[in-house]
């Protein structure tokens, strides 16, 4: 019996592909499963996908307003809107 992939599973699929397996935001190499460490923590490049406008604030849930970010982009966004966020991890901005 094979496994039926989640629609999560395969927008990170698409994302992957479509931005070449860097993260959105500071351009890294991606792992493209989510990878613990030996001390139980998320791999800092794991893959996550990450909404552009979040839900909060009235971003949807569909695949336009998905990129794939590392876990550690994805973790220290805070409250920076993504293009902000963006500049600022490419040395664009300064905080």
């Known amino acids: ?3 039926r992939k989640t629609t999560a599973q395969k927008h990170r699929t698409l994302l992957i592909a479509k931005q070449g397996g860097k993260c959105c ?3 890294r190499r991606l792992l493209h499963h989510m990878t ?3 001390n139980g923590n ?3 490049r794991a893959a996550t996908i990450e909404h552009l406008r979040r839900r909060c604030e009235g971003g949807s849930n569909h ?3 998905k990129a794939v970010a590392c876990h550690e982009c994805n973790t220290s966004r805070g409250s920076t809107d993504w293009l902000t966020y ?3 991890k490419m040395g664009e901005l300064v905080a």
């Open 1 to 3: 019996m094979t496994k």
């Open 25 to 27: 935001y500071c351009e």
């Open 36 to 38: 613990a460490l030996e």
């Open 42 to 44: 998320v791999h800092p």
């Open 63 to 65: 695949l336009d307003n």
């Open 86 to 88: 963006k500049s600022l």
